[in-house]
């Protein structure tokens, strides 16, 4: 499976960016899909992930500003990213999972550049 993300850029903070990302070469249903980022210095931490049955969990610091969601028929999820704030500069990753009766695969998508600005 390979993900393919886009939509990083420069922002002001108190704008919005929209990343998406999508999904290719799955035969099987995924399980999972959302972001994670890494911001300088630091190690990579969840943002949003959404189930394929519409479940999503959000990093404490990021509710209410952000949301993911998904469309599962073209396995594409996005992530919508409202009142950006300087401590969101990150590079962000796209992600996914699918559970398989062996166990759960991961994969991950090349990461896509956020820079917000004050």
């Known amino acids: 499976v390979q993900l393919q993300a886009s939509g990083g850029g420069l922002v002001q903070a108190g704008g919005s960016l929209r990343l998406s990302c999508a999904a290719s070469?799955?035969?099987?249903?995924?399980?999972?899909m959302g972001w994670f980022r890494r911001a300088p210095g630091k190690q990579r931490e969840l943002v949003a992930t959404r189930t394929h049955s519409g479940i999503e969990n959000y990093a404490d610091s990021v509710k209410g500003r952000f949301t993911v969601s998904r469309d599962n028929a073209k396995d594409l999820v996005y992530l919508q990213m409202n009142a950006l704030k300087r401590e969101d500069t990150a590079v962000y990753y796209c992600?996914?999972?699918?559970?398989?009766?062996?166990?759960?695969?991961?994969?991950w998508g090349q990461g896509t550049l956020v820079t917000v600005s004050s």
């Open positions: 070469g799955s035969m099987f249903s995924i399980s999972v």
């Open positions: 992600y996914a999972e699918i559970r398989r009766a062996y166990g759960t695969d991961t994969y």
